[in-house]
């Protein structure tokens, strides 16, 4: 505005080649131009205060002042683990995703959970119409006081980047069935080849399987397996189907495979085999921690930042008891 009012010719005052290289960075994440910087830090203090890293500080002096990565070296040289919470906090886009730079802006948001791991991190997928359908072109973080989130603005860099298996083309996006089933016919030696349907025969055909077992052989001949990676409204679900609808007990999780001596432990211990507590009461309460065979920051990547915080700023003691280590 004010470049009109005084006729500034802006283009005429601008410098011929930017100021610094764009992307001069090797970070396979994280896009860096500080030709947009304007230093005001906030990338730091999302480093610092919310992954527990320190990469990011200010550095030089009078017009050569910039933000530099550790010792002005690159991100990764600076014990940066790419969980891109500099990204999401950057206002003028001096940081960036590079596997999305590019793309746009996206057309909706899907609020969604992240699968990774069970810290439950909620996330937003930017989704955007192409000629060859509907594609995630990035993941973002969000800050909604209204929606009971553990991560807010922070996520790992699974969580962040790790979307691209989406649209891998060797990924199933369709169901498939035995061509036998289809055909109505015996089931041949070699149990025949896959074919793709649309979801409403897959599931004809499950539910036609599960009504012959049952009839013919009892409920006790039918058991569900649900996976861990399903949420708790996802296993009470089945639950309900398997109980209620197929009329059998035999309903089990893979969790109970892995975890199996935790949630002994936990049974025994309080009674039922989850946290007591909350993430925020372990990072803001606790006076001490005993983590027993984890790797809190490479397993729960946002809890372990939490739990590095709470080390960081009320010096909470803990120790660490894994075979790992």
């Not at 906090?89 to 746009?104: E, H, Q, R």
């Not at 996206?106 to 119409?129: E, F, I, M, P, S």
């Not at 009461?281 to 027993?292: G, M, W, Y």
Request: glycine content about 6%; overall charge positive; proline content about 4%.
């Amino acid at each position: 505005f004010w470049c009109r009012v005084y006729e500034v010719d802006i283009r005429q005052s601008m410098a011929k080649k930017p100021f610094y290289p764009v992307d001069d960075d090797p970070n396979p994440f994280v896009w860096v131009d500080h030709n947009k910087c304007i230093q005001c830090t906030r990338c730091v203090r999302a480093c610092a205060e919310i992954q527990g890293r320190f990469v990011w500080s200010q550095a030089y002096r009078g017009n050569k002042a910039r933000l530099v990565a550790g010792v002005d070296s690159t991100m990764l040289a600076s014990r940066c683990e790419s969980c891109g919470a500099c990204v999401a906090y950057c206002p003028t886009g001096a940081l960036d995703n590079k596997m999305s730079v590019s793309a746009g802006k996206a057309d909706r948001l899907v609020r969604t959970t992240c699968t990774y791991c069970g810290v439950g991190c909620q996330l937003d997928l930017n989704v955007k119409n192409e000629e060859k359908g509907e594609r995630v072109i990035r993941v973002t973080s969000h800050l909604d006081d209204n929606l009971p989130s553990i991560n807010k603005m922070h996520l790992c860099l699974k969580g962040r980047y790790g979307y691209e298996f989406i649209h891998d083309p060797r990924r199933h996006s369709k169901p498939r069935v035995r061509q036998y089933l289809l055909d109505g016919t015996e089931r041949p030696r070699k149990r025949g080849k896959f074919v793709e349907v649309d979801w409403d025969i897959a599931l004809d055909i499950a539910a036609r399987g599960l009504r012959k077992a049952h009839d013919e052989h009892g409920s006790e001949s039918v058991a569900v397996l649900a996976s861990g990676k399903l949420l708790n409204e996802e296993n009470y679900l089945l639950n309900k189907l398997a109980r209620q609808i197929l009329g059998t007990n035999h309903i089990d999780c893979a969790a109970n495979i892995y975890y199996a001596s935790v949630v002994e432990g936990l049974m025994e211990s309080l009674g039922m085999p989850a946290m007591a507590g909350s993430f925020d009461d372990i990072e803001n309460n606790a006076r001490a921690l005993l983590v027993i065979g984890s790797n809190l920051t490479e397993q729960h990547p946002v809890f372990g930042a939490h739990i590095r915080q709470a080390i960081l700023r009320r010096k909470v003691k803990m120790v660490v008891a894994s075979p790992d280590f």
